[in-house]
């Protein structure tokens, strides 16, 4: 790895591509830290544009937005990971772009990004890549049910995935196959989901944030806990595979690194973000640094800050349909902090926001929360 060692001073200007909320607390950070944020994003007015400098709006495979991205921007970073391979070629040609294209290139595709996790040392759940029905049957013979079927490209928040949990259960998975390569994946019945988001500066510097426990409802997060209720040293275990993967992917800029833990305190790597995450968001209020100014640092070069814990609690996701239980209970912002992401539509299981609680009396956050969420 070669080191880019080139420093933007505050003063520059940070170019975006992708304008959602993870785009909008990164230029929030960026602008804490006195750089100028430029965004390029589809949607004009989007939550990331509604806070920067400069607003470019183009679709993301248009080479004429990200050259006016690049006209006006010092160094390049995004938030959005389905950026096309020609356009990702311009930028890493013609543009400073720290991160580099490989490891996106890489974590785009679920067979490619199993492929470098285990190249790297670390264990994914037995899986077979499936390109036709026949194919699928064959898979089903070898990793057998439930499994679950997810598209290689282009799937979150669940969407591109279905259990499989018979043998006639192949039919409705056809859908997923016109789609284009599929993963059969073995249904591990884990004991936990756990995150570590690590960081890693053009100048070399690495750090991870805590390890945080995921809940997961209707296979979109809902819940993180900090720190999460693991072992100390199966924590410890966490953060050195987060770091393994880094070195061995040469990452520069933020991973976050999804994990299924079992009873046996086995960890398996679930996959792969090659950006800031939803289950970081508790850094914002929990942690000395948050995951977004982390991020800035990392890609401008700068010292990497210190990413110790200040305080327990848990996050909690607000997806369209909860807006109203937010608005029923204002009096949760009493211990917590609220954010909202500047949507203009509040759709199903669109994320809007999350809200912070700043408490050590975790188990009983997690059952108020659950009573207003009607979560059992
Ligand atoms: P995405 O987050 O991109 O939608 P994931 O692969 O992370 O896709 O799947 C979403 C959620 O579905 C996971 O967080 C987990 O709760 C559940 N899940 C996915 N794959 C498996 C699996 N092989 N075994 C058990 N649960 C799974
Ligand atoms: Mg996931």
New binding site residues.
Partial sequence: MIYLNRQISPGSTIGIIGGGQLGRFMAIAAKNMGYNVAVLDPTPDSPCGQVSDIEITSPFHDLEGIKRLADVSDVITYEFENIDYEALRWIEKNTYLPQGSQLLLQTQDRKTEKQAITNAGCRV?PYQVVRSQEELTAAIQKIGLPS?L?TCRG???????YVLKTIEDQVNAQDLLKSGECVL????P?DK?ISVIVTRSSNGETKTFPVAE?I?RN?ILYQSILPARIQTEVAEEAEQMAIQLANKMDLVGTLAV?M?LTKENEIFI??LAPRPHNSGHYSLDLSITSQFEQHVRAVCGLPLGSTALLQTGVMVNLLGQDLNILEENFSLLKDAKLYLYGKKEAKTNRKMGHMTFLTEAIEQTEKKINELFGVN
């Fill in positions: 759940v679950v997810k799937g979150y928040d669940g969407k591109g995935q994946e073995k249904w591990l884990f989901e995921n997961h296979n999804e299924f679930n996959e």
